[in-house]
């Protein structure tokens, strides 16, 4: 069968070869792509950046939203934000459009950083790319919306409830309600790309899913610690309500990789 017949298919080069999708480049060729590459991720960074700095007040309308649900859920709680700095509305607003820039730039950047890679990844390992992608991209979008429409409020909630059983006042800043909702945003969605982790380590054989099995409670006890970690409370109502969609994920993956084991061995039978 010619190439032009199959163009999908493709057996990996000789050795020595040159592969085709690699273009002869020498080192200070390489270091100039490689320029360029961060060049472009800073560049779309910065694009996002800017435009949440040119629609602040917008944008921070949508990220009171937890704070405003808790508020109509309370009618008695009646806590404004309060800056009780000069500069502290200065690190805000930085704080809010750099973080916030990394979820719409995030699927650019790896875009621009797996093509830098490509002609260097094993057709296998290319294969992987553009759905690894997605599903990453998927699982974070999954993570941060559990995070913001969820355990924010709950760790809202959890600070009003237990600042009342001690008596003592509240008074909160615009920097803590952000520090609170970036970390639990970001870190609940960072957190979800795990299974996504043990799925990529099978499909390219260096992780099985009878080492995950055998070693199930001991992936348990690790959920809970990244949980802990993410998690500013550490009450168990909060770390429960992100450890269980974490686990099913880890369930999940664990099945995922049984089929990949399984489509392997059915491919490596029919070869011999």
Same mark, same amino acid.
């Given at each position: 069968m010619s190439p032009s017949e199959d163009s999908s298919h493709y057996d990996?080069?000789?050795? %020595?070869?040159?592969?085709?999708?690699?273009k002869p480049m020498g080192f200070f060729d390489h270091l100039e792509e490689l320029r360029w590459t961060l060049v472009k991720c800073v560049a779309v960074y910065a694009l996002f950046a800017a435009v949440i700095g040119? +629609?602040?007040?917008?944008?921070?309308?949508l990220l009171m939203w937890p704070l405003d649900y808790v508020r109509a859920n309370r009618p008695g709680f009646e806590v404004p934000?309060? #800056?009780?700095? /000069? #500069?502290?509305?200065? %690190?805000?607003?930085?704080? /809010?459009?750099?973080? %916030? =820039?990394?979820a719409p730039a995030a699927p650019f950047m790896? +875009?621009?950083?797996?093509?830098? /890679?490509?002609?260097a990844l094993a057709p296998k390992e290319l294969r992987m790319i553009v759905p690894g992608g997605l599903v990453a991209l998927m699982l974070f979008?999954?993570? *941060? *919306? $559990? %995070?913001?429409?969820?355990l924010v409020p709950q760790t809202i909630n959890m600070s009003i409830e237990l600042n009342e059983l001690m008596g003592f006042g509240i008074q909160?800043?615009? =920097?803590?309600? +952000? #520090? !609170? $909702?970036?970390?639990l945003v970001l870190g609940v969605g960072l957190g979800f790309e795990f299974p996504l982790l043990i799925? @990529?380590? /099978?499909?390219?054989?260096? @992780?099985?899913? *009878?080492? @995950?099995?055998? +070693?199930?409670?001991?992936? !348990?006890v690790l959920i809970f610690v990244i949980a802990a970690v993410v998690t500013p409370t550490t009450d168990p109502v909060t770390m429960g309500m992100f450890a269980a969609p974490l686990y099913v994920l880890f369930e999940l993956a664990v099945l995922a990789g049984s089929a990949i084991e399984r489509a392997r061995?059915?491919?490596q039978a029919n070869a011999g």
């Open positions: 990996e080069p000789a050795e %020595g070869a040159l592969n085709p999708r690699e040119f +629609y602040l007040k917008e944008f921070n309308h934000l309060e #800056s009780i700095g /000069v #500069s502290e509305i200065f %690190g805000m607003i930085f704080q /809010v459009c750099a973080m %916030g =820039a990394l790896i +875009y621009f950083v797996a093509k830098f /890679v490509a002609p979008l999954m993570g *941060a *919306a $559990l %995070g913001f429409f969820v909160w800043t615009p =920097a803590s309600y +952000y #520090s !609170i $909702l970036l970390w799925v @990529l380590l /099978v499909y390219l054989g260096m @992780l099985s899913t *009878a080492f @995950l099995k055998k +070693y199930r409670r001991h992936a !348990i061995a059915k491919t």
